[in-house]
Every structure is written in structure tokens, then in C-alpha cells.
């Protein structure tokens, strides 16, 4: 077995296990320039997936796309060769770090629409107490855009109702018993502790799938370009959801239980 504790300070595991996010600075500094290539790439060549996220008429424009990975060489080149698995594995404490899929998220210059407040584990078919999502910026960004999470909601009881990003209507259709609705985050009053950086091209917030998180609008004169990945660790089991999951893979044939099939979702450390 490779060396895989050790890629992170166990201080810094400590605080993800406590806060449900850490922010790592200057870890992917080389793949900078890369992963801008990538997103240009997937922009001009889009993928079944792109999305368009400003209603017709508002200011702006907020894409995103996502299962990219194995079609555009940049992004694929990042996710097999980068550091990225064994620190998803160090930080999920695990064995194992199994890919899960990528995620380009674009606000261009002026664009003021948000990022809904969410979890991502509830949009998920994946169930399991290891989990990291990478959130990498490819553009300068100040508090004011950066990605924003509740600490220790990954701990919460229930899971978070799923919205559509689009117009925020619910995911699933009507309200499940099972799904909490979320506390007024942005009032004044507010008693949550909102975890935010300031961040540079080359840094990376690190956190996990059941931990609640959102972003404001981007109102600066230039693109807010970020680029996300997704690991699961060894606990990680298919779990069967009330409908269409996103990302939906569809013909997986996977059932209730099973580990994510590795051919479709590649064991990337150990090496």
C-alpha cells in the first residue's frame, strides 16, 4: 500500500471531519493553465449535460456541465496524473479513492444569479460517510464569489431538499418527508458558521458531499471559472433515489448496496 495518510497534515483531516471543509492553498498550481484549456474546450464542444443556468431575460450567463472527464484530454490528463486521488483519500481518511465525475461551473462578468444554498450527497445515487468534492477556482476569486459552505452540516439529521439551479423548484417533485428544508442562511440573524476564502488559481476547497454549500453572483467584470471533482471512499454504496439522479448515467445496472462498478467509476488510488 502506497503512502496515503500522509499527503495531508492529519490537523487539517481533523478540521474536515469537524467542519465538513478545508481550504488547501497552492496545491494544484502547476494544472492551472490545463484546466483553463479544459474549460475552454468543453465550452466550445459541449457535453449532454451543459446546462444553461439565467433565466431569458436576466443578467448574465452561469453554465455548467459535467461528465467530461473520459472526452476532454485536459481534464482527463488532471483527474489520472495530478495529486488529486491521494488527497482525496488522505482527507476522506480511506483506502481507496474512487472517481466519481467532474463538474465545470462558469459565471461570466456581471452575472448576478446565485448558486443555490445545497448538499450534493441528496442528488447523488452514492451513500457513504467518505466523500470529498474538490471546488478548484481557475480565476482570482474574493470571499464575495467564492464558494461558501455551512460548517458541520455534513452532520445535520436529515439530508437537505434537492432544487433545480434554474428556476429552484424541488428535484424530485413534491416534498419528502425525508428531506429537511434548509434555515434562512443569508438573514441577518443567522447563527450557522459560513466558511469562505479568499482563493488564487491553484488553491482548492476540499468538502464533503453531505455539507451544505452555495455562491453568490459574480459582479465583476470577468469570468469566474471553476473547475470541481468528486471521490468516494471505501465505504461508498449505490443507494436508489425517489428519481432521475444527477448526474443520471443512465444503463448503470447497478442495485441497492453495491460498491460504485469500477469500470465506469475507476479506482484511482492506490495507483
Known amino acids: 500500500m502506497q503512502d496515503t495518510f500522509d499527503a495531508i497534515d492529519p490537523a487539517c483531516c481533523d478540521a474536515y471531519a469537524a467542519l465538513g471543509a478545508v481550504c488547501l492553498c497552492g496545491v494544484f498550481d502547476e494544472w492551472v493553465d490545463l484546466l483553463r484549456d479544459g474549460v475552454q474546450r468543453n465550452h466550445d464542444e459541449p457535453g449532454p449535460y451543459f446546462s444553461e443556468n439565467v433565466v431569458d431575460g436576466d443578467a448574465g450567463r452561469f453554465w455548467d456541465d459535467y461528465c467530461n472527464w473520459q472526452r476532454i484530454p485536459e481534464f482527463h490528463r488532471f483527474v489520472t496524473e495530478s495529486d488529486a486521488a491521494r488527497l482525496a483519500a488522505a482527507i476522506m481518511r480511506s483506502q481507496t479513492a474512487q472517481f466519481f465525475h467532474d463538474h465545470v461551473l462558469v459565471k461570466e462578468a456581471n452575472t448576478p444569479k446565485p448558486t443555490p444554498w445545497h448538499q450534493d450527497a441528496p442528488y447523488y445515487f452514492v451513500d457513504g460517510t467518505q466523500s470529498v468534492s474538490f471546488w478548484l477556482p481557475l480565476d482570482p476569486v474574493t470571499k464575495n464569489e467564492s464558494l461558501r459552505l455551512v460548517a458541520g452540516s455534513q452532520r445535520w439529521p436529515e439530508?437537505?431538499?434537492?432544487?433545480?439551479?434554474?428556476?429552484?423548484?424541488?428535484?424530485?417533485?413534491?416534498?419528502n418527508e425525508q428531506y429537511a428544508t434548509l434555515p434562512g442562511l443569508d438573514?441577518?440573524?443567522?447563527?450557522?458558521?459560513?466558511?469562505?476564502?479568499?482563493?488564487?488559481?491553484?488553491?482548492?476547497?476540499?468538502?464533503?458531499?453531505?455539507?451544505?454549500?452555495?455562491?453568490?453572483?459574480?459582479?465583476?467584470?470577468?469570468?469566474?471559472?471553476?473547475?470541481?471533482?468528486?471521490?468516494?471512499?471505501?465505504?461508498?454504496?449505490?443507494?436508489?433515489?425517489?428519481?432521475?439522479?444527477?448526474?443520471?448515467?443512465?444503463?448503470?445496472?447497478?442495485?441497492?448496496?453495491?460498491?460504485?462498478?469500477?469500470?465506469?467509476?475507476?479506482?484511482?488510488?492506490?495507483?
Open 187 to 271: 438573514d441577518p440573524g443567522c447563527d450557522e458558521t459560513i466558511l469562505e476564502w479568499e482563493m488564487q488559481p491553484g488553491d482548492a476547497v476540499l468538502f464533503d458531499f453531505r455539507s451544505v454549500h452555495g455562491a453568490r453572483g459574480n459582479s465583476r467584470d470577468r469570468s469566474r471559472r471553476a473547475f470541481s471533482m468528486r471521490w468516494v471512499g471505501d465505504d461508498a454504496r449505490y443507494v436508489e433515489r425517489q428519481g432521475r439522479t444527477s448526474p443520471p448515467y443512465p444503463g448503470h445496472g447497478m442495485s441497492g448496496g453495491q460498491k460504485l462498478r469500477e469500470d465506469w467509476f475507476p479506482v484511482l488510488w492506490p495507483r
Open 159 to 175: 439530508p437537505v431538499l434537492p432544487v433545480k439551479w434554474l428556476d429552484d423548484t424541488e428535484f424530485y417533485g413534491a416534498q
